[in-house]
């Protein structure tokens, strides 16, 4: 038995004729006989006397069709408690971010919700990326926003901004009076990263593989990787958004690295069975507001989005 059938015994009783029924369901009358038919042969029993006219529901019929007409209203209930759900823009909104992205969006998306969505609360929390999708996983937080993509078909991750990375030179170390940082220069000397805790890469760590630029955060803050070059010498590495978070002065400091330049994506990170749209694209209209439009994918830039 379907949802459908049921809605054509209901259609049956109200129009009690099979071919205004028929007409009202989008069906020939041959096929909704047919239907009505499968349903009463899957009961064992006769749903409609036939023979009345007009068309009059069994006994054992009516009480069928009173039931059928309590699913669909539950049905239809659930229906409409999803659609208002997926349009809710009020009550909480978890968000926990990777430590290099909360800088850059963190305050403009307390400003914006605050502006534009004063019955959400906005709820933020920095955590690294195999935390932040572990509580994802387990619903303790409502969204993620992470370095790189998912391949997992729990989640659903929607690519938010492309960025590249800058080299941040010390004033003392050679590479300081190069206009741009080969790839090349960046790997025969030691450089700063945060990894499993604060430490430098020397060139041998690098030529053996362990250069993953989008790796290189993970736990720590861009502003500390800086004042660590200003006091100690040295090179490191800072994604592009992070450059109107630094001081003016030590922005002369700062190198395109070439050949090849490194990037990396910002992706939304969301559960697969996720269902308030209202508010994921709450968020990417934030996005917009906060990350300079030539950096965005394409999809952002569009604007709205469908789950």
């Given at each position: ?6 809605r ?143 391949r ?7 690519p938010?901004?492309?960025e590249r ?14 206009e ?88 939304l ?39």
């Open positions: 038995m379907t949802l459908q059938q049921l054509y015994i209901v259609a049956i009783d109200t129009y009690r004729h099979f071919g205004k029924a028929a007409e009202a369901c989008g069906l020939t009358q041959s096929t909704l006989s047919l239907m009505v038919k499968k349903m009463e042969e899957e009961l064992d029993v006769r749903l409609f006397n036939r023979d009345a006219h007009p068309v009059a529901p069994t006994e054992i019929g009516r009480k069928v069709i009173d039931q059928a007409k309590v699913v669909l209203y539950n049905v239809e209930q659930i229906a409409q408690m999803t659609r208002s759900e997926k349009e809710s823009l009020a009550g909480p909104l978890r968000i926990a971010l990777i430590s290099t992205v909360a800088p850059v969006l963190v305050p403009g998306l307390f400003k914006f919700f605050g502006d534009r969505y004063p019955s959400i609360s906005l709820q933020m929390e920095e955590m690294l990326t195999d935390t932040l999708l572990d509580k994802l996983r387990k619903a303790e937080v409502d969204m993620g926003i992470i370095a790189g993509s998912v997992d078909p729990g989640f659903l991750d929607i938010l901004y492309r990375f800058l080299a941040y030179v010390s004033p003392d170390n050679p590479a300081y009076s190069q741009n940082i080969r790839t090349e220069t960046l790997l025969g000397q030691p450089l700063w990263i945060i990894r499993d805790g604060l430490r430098q890469l020397d060139s041998q760590d690098l030529k053996g593989g362990d250069f993953t630029y989008e790796r290189f955060f993970e736990g720590g803050r861009v502003g500390i990787l800086i004042q660590v070059v200003n006091d100690n010498g040295g090179i490191t590495i800072v994604p592009e958004t992070h450059t109107g978070l630094i001081m003016y002065s030590q922005q002369k400091c700062l190198r395109p690295i070439i050949d090849p330049t490194p990037t990396r994506t910002i992706s990170v969301v559960r697969a069975d996720f269902i308030h749209e209202a508010k994921l694209n709450a968020i990417i209209d934030a996005v917009r507001h906060i990350i300079p439009g030539e950096l965005l994918e394409t999809a952002v830039r569009r604007g709205h989005l469908t789950l």
